[in-house]
């Protein structure tokens, strides 16, 4: 008996190698796809100008150049930009999610006379095209005073809709007797979503918390209608400083590049987990 169990547990495992094999390779060939530009950028910080554009192209350059990087650290307000890119990304984050989190509360869990319609005509908000709210945007901003100022630059940008849909659909799948239970326990509304509803929501949150983040990192057009102080400047701004005031040195740019995705990359690694249940129980429950 045993012997014929070690051959069909030999057949069965022969059987699934082959599409194991194809399987991995198909996912190693992808993952070299999205690793290129990342792994070429890293490549180009350490090189001339000179050898970018050299014909044939090389990967791997032949002496490291850490000229790129001492002059972005050393001559530049690198640090600087550095600084208010993570100040504005995670103080809109953190108020988006907070946001969003109390709307899709409402939505999802209490009962209240125009409840679908009014979450209808907010999904209905998404068809606006972005370019049209810019206008009216930058006059509020600028009657409120709030142009050159870190409050111009986060608060017009707190509050989500994607983000109020993905928490409710969420929020959604969490069973109702749990509420029921801290109630009777004594717990306030506040304190079923502040207690319960929040920690179950850890996925879809996080899954925000990354959407959000990346967003605001990468925001180049709201930043450079609001700001003309410097000081202020977040690194996409600072990084189209670079191809406009200077000279184009893409080496310096490559290096400037590298060193501003290497935040998203931390906040992916960290969250990935629960960003991918965030997805998929979406998905699921949509």
Aim: aromatic share 12%; with cysteine.
């Amino acid at each position: 008996m045993t012997q014929d169990r070690l051959r069909r547990r030999w057949r069965k495992t022969t059987s699934i190698l082959p599409q194991a094999a194809l399987i991995y390779a198909l996912l190693t060939a992808l993952a070299i796809v999205m690793l290129g530009p990342y792994l070429y950028i890293f490549a180009s910080s350490f090189k001339e100008t000179y050898t970018l554009i050299s014909i044939p192209p090389r990967l791997i350059p032949e002496q490291f150049v850490w000229d790129n990087y001492t002059y972005i650290l050393g001559e530049l307000p690198f640090s600087t930009w550095f600084i208010n890119t993570i100040l504005v990304a995670a103080l809109v984050t953190l108020g988006t999610v907070l946001i969003d989190a109390l709307a899709a509360y409402a939505f999802a869990k209490k009962q209240f006379w125009g409840r679908d319609l009014l979450f209808g005509l907010m999904l209905a908000t998404i068809m606006i095209p972005g370019a049209l709210l810019l206008i009216p945007a930058f006059l509020i901003t600028n009657q409120l005073g709030l142009l050159n100022s870190y409050g111009g630059l986060i608060i017009p940008s707190l509050a989500n809709v994607l983000g109020v849909f993905l928490l409710r659909q969420f929020m959604q799948t969490l069973p109702v007797e749990l509420e029921h239970a801290a109630r009777i326990d004594g717990c306030s509304d506040f304190g079923v979503f502040w207690r319960i509803i929040m920690p179950l929501s850890t996925p879809a949150l996080a899954t925000l918390s990354i959407v959000v983040f990346t967003a605001q990192w990468n925001n180049l057009v709201w930043p450079l209608v609001v700001l003309n102080n410097k000081n202020l400047y977040t690194l996409p701004l600072g990084l189209a400083l670079l191809r406009s005031e200077f000279q184009v040195n893409y080496g310096i740019t490559s290096a400037a590049a590298f060193l501003s995705v290497i935040p998203l990359i931390v906040v992916f690694i960290f969250l990935q987990r629960y960003f991918l249940e965030g997805l998929t129980v979406g998905a699921m429950k949509g």
